[in-house]
């Protein structure tokens, strides 16, 4: 029995090293309030972070690869009633943000 147990603890940890978490953002455009969509996306089966920013509308998902992917996420959010306006990767999305900071009116120098 001891033995068995041990062998199914050993197979348990070896499946859960192999998930990598994945980071992505998503923009959405018609959400009322921050605790909702958090929320609504926590609730989504593999996610395990859930941040929304209000003032730019972007969510981020932190989600484990070994139990769900981006369409699922998406649909999650989706049929959360929640419009998703664009869905991008954690490498994307941190180029799009250097992008802008360059881009940004603020940040020019006078």
């Known amino acids: 029995m001891k033995r068995t ?21 998503l923009k959405i ?5 921050k605790s909702k969509i958090e929320y609504a996306a926590r609730h989504i089966y593999g996610v395990t972070q859930a941040s929304y920013d209000a003032s730019t509308r ?4 932190t989600y484990d690869n070994k139990k769900t992917n981006t369409s699922k996420v998406r649909a999650g959010i ?3 009633g929640y419009a998703i306006g664009s869905f991008a990767t954690q490498k994307s999305a941190i180029q799009q943000g250097q992008k802008s900071e ?9």
């Open 29 to 33: 455009s018609n959400a009322s309030s």
């Open 58 to 61: 972007i969510l981020v998902v």
């Open 102 to 110: 360059r881009t940004s009116p603020a940040t020019k120098s006078k």
């Open 5 to 25: 147990t041990l062998l199914f603890l050993a197979i348990l940890m070896a499946l859960t090293i192999g998930a990598k978490p994945v980071k992505t953002r």
């Open 78 to 80: 989706k049929k959360a």
